[in-house]
C-alpha cells in the first residue's frame, strides 16, 4: 500500500490524455506547433532562393544565413535585457506581447522576401533577411519564456508531461516544417513557370502560418 499522502500512479498515457484536456496546455500546443512549422519551413529554403532569384553566389548566399542568425541573436538579447528591466512581474505580463509581436514581425519579414522575388534587382534582400532573424528571434525566446512559465499551470505534478507534450510538438513541427518547405518550393515550382513567383508563393505560406500563430498566442495569458 501507499504511504499516507502519497499520490496513486497513473499510466503514461491517461497523463497525457489529462493534461490535454487543459484548455490552456492544449491552446499552447497547437500555437507551438504552428509556429514552429513556419520558423523550419524556412530555414532550408532561403539560401537556395537566394542563389536562384537574387543571383548569389554560394559563399554569399552563406553570409546571408549568417546575417539571418545574427538577427535572431539580438532578437533574444533584446527581449531577455527588456524583461530584465521591467522585472519578473512585468516581464510575464509582455510575454504574450512579445511572442505575439515577434509572429508578426517574423510573418511581415517573410512577406517582404516574398515581394523581392519580383524586384531582385533593388530589393535590399539582406536588410530583410536580417529582421526576419530579428522577429524570429523575439518570437523564439518569448516562446520558451511563455512554455516555462505556463509548465506550472493546471493539474499538479504535471510540469513534465507539459513539457514534454510541448517538446513533442516542437520536435515533430521543426522536422515536418523542414521537410515541407523544400517539398512546396519543389511542387510550386514544378506548378508555376518562374521560380521567383513559387518561391514566393511558399514564402508567403510560411508568414500566413505565423499570422495564425499569433492569433493563437495572443489568446494564451501567462500568469504568476
Excluded: K
Amino acid at each position: 500500500a501507499l504511504p499516507t499522502g502519497t499520490p496513486a500512479r497513473m499510466p503514461v498515457r491517461a497523463a497525457f490524455a489529462e493534461v490535454w484536456r487543459e484548455a490552456e496546455s492544449r491552446r499552447f500546443t497547437v500555437f507551438v506547433f504552428i509556429s514552429m512549422l513556419a520558423y523550419s519551413a524556412q530555414d532550408l529554403i532561403l539560401e537556395p532562393f537566394a542563389g536562384r532569384v537574387f543571383a548569389m553566389s554560394p559563399g554569399e548566399s552563406t553570409r546571408l544565413a549568417g546575417l539571418q542568425h545574427t538577427g535572431v541573436l539580438i532578437g533574444m538579447l533584446l527581449v531577455a535585457a527588456a524583461g530584465g528591466l521591467a522585472g519578473r512581474g512585468s516581464a510575464r505580463a509582455g510575454l504574450r506581447a512579445w511572442t505575439v509581436g515577434g509572429c508578426v514581425a517574423s510573418a511581415l519579414a517573410l512577406a517582404g522576401v516574398a515581394i523581392g522575388a519580383f524586384f531582385p534587382e533593388h530589393w535590399p534582400l539582406r536588410a530583410t533577411v536580417f529582421a526576419l532573424g530579428l522577429g524570429n528571434g523575439v518570437f523564439a525566446v518569448s516562446a520558451i519564456a511563455s512554455m516555462m512559465a505556463l509548465a506550472g499551470h493546471g493539474q499538479a505534478r504535471r510540469e513534465g508531461l507539459r513539457m514534454g507534450l510541448w517538446g513533442a510538438a516542437q520536435a515533430i513541427a521543426m522536422g515536418a516544417g523542414a521537410f515541407g518547405g523544400t517539398v512546396a518550393v519543389d511542387l510550386a515550382r514544378w506548378l508555376l513557370p518562374d521560380a521567383g513567383l513559387a518561391y514566393a508563393l511558399v514564402f508567403g505560406l510560411e508568414g500566413l502560418l505565423f499570422l495564425v500563430a499569433a492569433l493563437i498566442g495572443a489568446t494564451i495569458v501567462v500568469r504568476d
